[in-house]
């Protein structure tokens, strides 16, 4: 099985476990809450969704229970006549429908013989503006069978409604964390709705909302999209409440009630009837609770009728576009984890995580559309560590070890080089470096060796090494080779180095005090101390030569031999360091504690003019 192969398996399976999970529910809680989240965006970014303009929310304000002036000051239980008053006008006003989402269920006990005249008196106009006006009364159904279960108003004024279809149910759906975001769509036995919404958009548009046999929701013409297979309807909040829906405070329209002005901007409407925050004890979540509103049951009504009116439901992906999108996401991700380096594949994840984001949030704006976010965003996170396990485990772990095992056998930045640069590996890959090259060599190593066995001869230069390469690592030098006793260091390729000069001499001055130290604490004779030192600055070319079946890194020019030929002056001039003054010049203003001594013009071989050479030191405070 190819390595492509494998990795797209990898990543569909991934997929297919996020998709199944996502289905049985497991990120149902988390999709809800970032559709909240999509809602307060689309807000934020579009402002308030298209509303209906016939719907309004009359909302019975803290004023209509502090303000003297509007008679209103009284138990709610003396309300009935002025609720009775407010339902008069708005029905001679022409007003389609009234939602009234108050339940009047006033308790009577212990009252005197007087007070009970008067709420009869009260009772009876309430009545008679319920029989006469499209008012639609609210009950509630605490079992779940869509039966009554105590929670409506009392059996006089509940039988005045129902005799002409106007008591429905204003249950709402509480989803995982408590909030409100769908309501149920409960039937008659003559299949129209008794939803309390439902019912206020069958008086709006004149015609009954009726569940055909495939369990669709009809009203005339009009298919209202609903969710869970017709059996609940998934409000679209147009905005916060207050936002895009109308709202009109009681105790100002009673104001105008009382001095007898017309309310003709009420034609043709359909007005919802509650009481406001923090005076109502009918207090939800909604989406927008994150941003700190307050939302009463009436405005939930209110949208979900503004949703039947406008056809602007939420509605959720269908599952097939909802798997394909997670398992697009997992292969998507398993592919950049597996063949991209980790940083690339990171801003990969990143993009088609923004990505869908964005085009999340635009379905949502757009087309009430919602697709699923959390679970694709699993989906990339496991697919993605997947994706990268399996790069360690066929390619990371293979360049790691190739990379160890280049490492001993050349210097670590060639090794880096030729493992993370494919092209540095092809045959005559070479470019032209400045560079500064470091020759260094041990002083009487071939009568050295005269006296000791081969064995001791490897041991005291494996010391003598290990001890130079750790100086020369420490500065990132090159090592280019052994040859014999001899050492071969470059500074400045591969790798750029504009401190090339500096940093050849800072390890040269390095490697002569740690000699030193060395040969004062141990044992005569166990070590070579003693070594001479060439640098010189120049141009050369670095790269690959040979042929197809064998190539070596190298360092090709003219000034490699000179430097060569600097360590083989030392010995003339009687110093253990010499530098060029190309070398001198450049690394001078670095190196402002190094004093450098001049050792005269001198001549070298294959060479017609001369050169300067310095002895650098350390400067002595």
């Not at 605490?142 to 429905?168: C, I, K, M, Y």
Request: charged share 25%.
């Amino acid at each position: 099985m190819s390595r492509t192969l494998r990795v797209v398996l990898l990543g569909l399976g991934v997929g297919a476990l996020v998709a199944l999970a996502s289905v049985a529910g497991v990120t149902q809680g988390l999709e809800l809450r970032l559709l909240d989240v999509m809602f307060v965006a689309r807000h934020r970014l579009h402002g308030p969704e298209p509303v209906d303009p016939r719907i309004c929310v009359i909302v019975l304000d803290e004023d209509c229970f502090s303000r003297a002036d509007l008679r209103l000051r009284k138990p709610f239980v003396f309300w009935q006549e002025d609720l009775a008053r407010l339902l008069e006008v708005l029905t001679r006003a022409g007003a389609r429908g009234i939602g009234f989402d108050l339940l009047m269920r006033p308790a009577v006990e212990d009252l005197s013989d007087l007070v009970m005249e008067e709420l009869d008196y009260q009772a009876l106009a309430l009545h008679e503006a319920v029989k006469e006006g499209p008012v639609v009364l609210i009950e509630h159904d605490q079992h779940g069978r869509g039966t009554p279960g105590g929670g409506q108003s009392n059996p006089e004024l509940h039988g005045v409604a129902a005799d002409r279809g106007n008591v429905a149910f204003a249950n709402l759906v509480t989803d995982s964390g408590g909030t409100v975001r769908r309501i149920p769509m409960y039937m008659a036995p003559d299949g129209r709705t008794r939803t309390f919404s439902g019912r206020l958009a069958e008086l709006a548009e004149g015609q009954a909302l009726l569940r055909d046999a495939g369990g669709r929701w009809q009203l005339g013409n009009r298919t209202i999209p609903t969710d869970d297979g017709g059996t609940t309807l998934r409000v679209n909040f147009p905005g916060p409440p207050g936002a895009g829906i109308e709202h009109v405070r009681f105790s100002k329209l009673w104001e105008r009630i009382l001095r007898g002005d017309p309310l003709a901007e009420f034609r043709g409407r359909v007005c919802l009837l509650g009481g406001e925050a923090p005076l109502s004890q009918d207090l939800v979540s909604s989406p927008y609770s994150m941003m700190g509103y307050s939302t009463i049951g009436v405005d939930v009504h209110a949208a979900a009728l503004n949703t039947m009116l406008t056809g602007r439901a939420i509605l959720p992906a269908p599952a097939w576009a909802w798997s394909a999108m997670i398992l697009v996401m997992a292969l998507l991700v398993a592919l950049l984890a597996a063949f991209r380096p980790l940083a690339s594949g990171l801003t990969g994840l990143a993009f088609l995580v923004v990505g869908h984001g964005v085009v999340a949030l635009e379905a949502f704006s757009r087309s009430g559309l919602w697709f699923p976010v959390v679970a694709p965003l699993l989906a990339g996170a496991l697919a993605f560590g997947a994706g990268y396990v399996e790069r360690y485990l066929s390619v990371d772990r293979w360049r790691a070890e190739l990379h160890r095992l280049f490492k001993r056998y050349l210097s670590p930045p060639v090794a880096d080089e030729l493992v993370n640069n494919p092209r540095s590996r092809e045959l005559g890959a070479s470019r032209r470096r400045r560079v500064t090259v470091l020759f260094s060599d041990i002083n009487n190593f071939t009568p050295a060796c005269e006296t000791r066995t081969p064995e001791e001869v490897i041991a005291m230069l494996n010391r003598y090494f290990e001890q130079m390469l750790a100086i020369v690592d420490r500065h990132e030098g090159t090592l280019k080779q052994f040859t014999g006793d001899e050492m071969m260091v470059l500074f400045g390729a591969p790798q750029d180095q504009p401190d090339h000069a500096a940093r050849a001499v800072q390890a040269a001055l390095d490697m002569l005090e740690c000699l030193g130290d060395l040969a004062r604490t141990q044992p005569a004779g166990t070590g070579f101390y003693d070594v001479k030192i060439g640098i010189h600055t120049g141009d050369v070319v670095v790269g690959n030569v040979g042929s197809q079946a064998r190539t070596e890194w190298t360092c090709l020019g003219d000034d490699v031999n000179l430097a060569s030929r600097i360590e083989g002056e030392t010995k003339k001039v009687g110093a253990r360091l010499l530098v060029s003054r190309v070398t001198r010049d450049e690394a001078a203003p670095l190196l402002p504690d190094v004093e450098w001594d001049s050792r005269g013009e001198r001549t070298f071989k294959g060479k017609t003019r001369t050169m300067e050479v310095f002895e650098p030191r350390w400067r002595v405070p």
